[in-house]
């Protein structure tokens, strides 16, 4: 209809919202909301500092230790995942997979964490399993979407345990003193978390052993019963009395199963002094 020279159009829309804007509304939004968790991130940043931490550990240890490339592996990708999207599972499978990481490493934890004077083993132990622990909560927590205020503080508390740790260990590791050498010891030199074999006379000896590896041993001669602990770093004394034979020696830290020497004794004796 034409009215004063106007035209008129209808300009009714239908009822309802456009297609398009109900898409724009509705979709992503679920990974969108889990992204921005604050469980997630600290989810991400555990899963970052467990791999950053087994790394270390192989290190200091000098050796590729298989378990740990695995782990290492398996947590890393779980951070790449988690980076590009936050799904239900794969939250659950972080906190599964460090659970399964601190209860694996227990037999090794138990020893370093009751030698806190040897730093390079056990702060990183003791980081590995705040961070382990930090990462299974926050896994569950985000995925479930629950308490999203205790992120932040809980990611606080975990950094807080890590520095009292590495804090606790330096003051152990600056009181602990060396052993002076002293002329008629048997030196026997640890490097590269290997022992090597060595000849002493017979009778009353002294053994020197200079550990210039970063973490501690032990010196176990078994046939006898002997067992030093030798903190990372340092060199302690200790006097053997010991028959003509052959004598074998390890270290019966966790993991350490190729650190193994032979004593070989002569038929012959040595004065030493005390």
């Given amino acids: 209809m034409h009215r004063g020279g106007m035209s008129t159009t209808s ?3 239908p009822s309802g919202p456009p297609i398009d804007a109900d ?3 509705t979709e992503h939004t ?9 469980w997630h991130r600290v989810t991400v940043a555990g899963l970052i500092t467990l791999c ?4 270390v550990i192989q290190v200091v240890n000098s050796t590729v230790i298989p378990a740990v490339v695995v782990f290492t592996v398996i947590l890393g990708a779980l951070a790449l995942a988690l980076g590009h999207r936050a799904g239900n599972r794969t939250l659950l499978a972080a906190a599964a997979a460090s659970v399964v990481l601190v209860v694996a490493n227990i037999p090794v934890a138990i020893g370093d964490l009751r030698h806190p004077e040897s730093s390079a083993g056990f702060v990183p132990t003791a980081t590995a399993i705040v961070a382990g622990l930090t990462v299974a909560v926050s896994g569950i927590l985000a995925a479930t979407r629950r308490a999203p205020r205790a992120a932040t503080p ?3 508390a975990a950094v807080i345990a890590v520095a009292v740790c590495a804090t606790t260990s330096g003051i152990a590791s600056l009181s602990t003193t060396d052993d002076q050498r002293r002329a008629g010891d048997i030196v026997i ?9 060595v000849t002493i006379p017979s009778g009353a000896n002294v053994l020197f052993i200079d550990n210039h590896d970063l973490i501690r041993h032990t010196l176990l001669i078994e046939e006898t019963g002997t067992d030093v602990e030798i903190p990372g770093g340092t060199a302690r004394r200790v006097r053997v009395e010991l028959a003509p034979g052959v004598y074998r020696y390890i270290c019966d830290v966790a993991g350490h199963d190729r650190m193994r020497g032979t004593i070989t004794v002569t038929d012959d004796s040595v004065e030493t002094g005390p």
């Avoid at 950053?52 to 790394?55: F, V």
């Fill in 30 to 38: 679920p990974t969108e909301v889990r992204s921005r968790s604050p």
């Fill in 23 to 25: 898409l724009r509304t």
């Fill in 154 to 156: 809980t990611a606080i």
């Fill in 11 to 13: 300009n009714t829309r």
């Fill in 189 to 197: 030199d640890v490097r590269d978390v290997a022992y090597s074999d």
């Fill in 52 to 55: 950053a931490t087994l790394t």
